[in-house]
C-alpha cells in the first residue's frame, strides 16, 4: 500500500523560506513525483515535478527560480525547497506520485497517490 506524508509546513514571513518533504512507503522505482498546492477557492494546481531517478525536474511558472524540488532515493523522500516566499503561496501543498516511466505530469488527473496535505501561510 502506497503512502504519502508531508510535513514541514508552517508560518512564514514574506521573503522567507520553508521546506517541505514528502516521505514515501510502498513505492517502487519508475513513479515520479509531484508537488501541487490549493488555495482556498481555488483548483488544486501543478508547483513542480521530479522523476523517478531525479535527472529532470519540471516547474510552474510562478515559482521557477524560486522552488526547487529533489528526491533522495535512499530514503524515497521529495522535498521542495521554498525561497523568496510570497502571499500568493499561501496553500495546502500536497505531494503525490504516479508511475509516469520518463514522463513528468503537470495534471492533477495524472497521479495516483496523494498524501494528506500540509498548510503553508505566508505573511505580508
Known amino acids: 500500500q502506497v503512502q504519502l506524508v508531508e510535513s514541514g509546513g508552517g508560518l512564514v514571513q514574506a521573503g522567507g523560506s520553508l521546506r517541505l518533504s514528502c516521505a514515501a512507503s510502498g513505492l517502487t522505482f519508475s513513479y515520479a513525483r509531484g508537488w501541487f498546492r490549493q488555495a482556498p477557492g481555488k483548483e488544486r494546481e501543478f508547483v513542480a515535478a521530479?522523476?523517478?531517478?531525479?535527472?529532470?525536474?519540471k516547474y510552474a511558472d510562478s515559482v521557477k527560480g524560486r522552488f526547487t524540488i529533489s528526491g533522495d532515493s535512499r530514503e524515497n523522500t521529495v522535498y521542495l525547497q521554498m525561497n523568496s516566499l510570497k502571499p500568493e503561496d499561501t496553500a495546502v501543498y500536497y505531494c503525490?506520485?504516479?508511475?509516469?516511466?520518463?514522463?513528468?505530469?503537470?495534471?492533477?488527473?495524472?497521479?495516483?497517490?496523494w498524501g494528506q496535505g500540509t498548510q503553508v501561510t505566508v505573511s505580508s
Open positions: 503525490a506520485a504516479t508511475f509516469a516511466g520518463g514522463r513528468l505530469p503537470t495534471g492533477v488527473g495524472e497521479y495516483d497517490y
Open positions: 521530479i522523476s523517478w531517478n531525479g535527472g529532470s525536474t
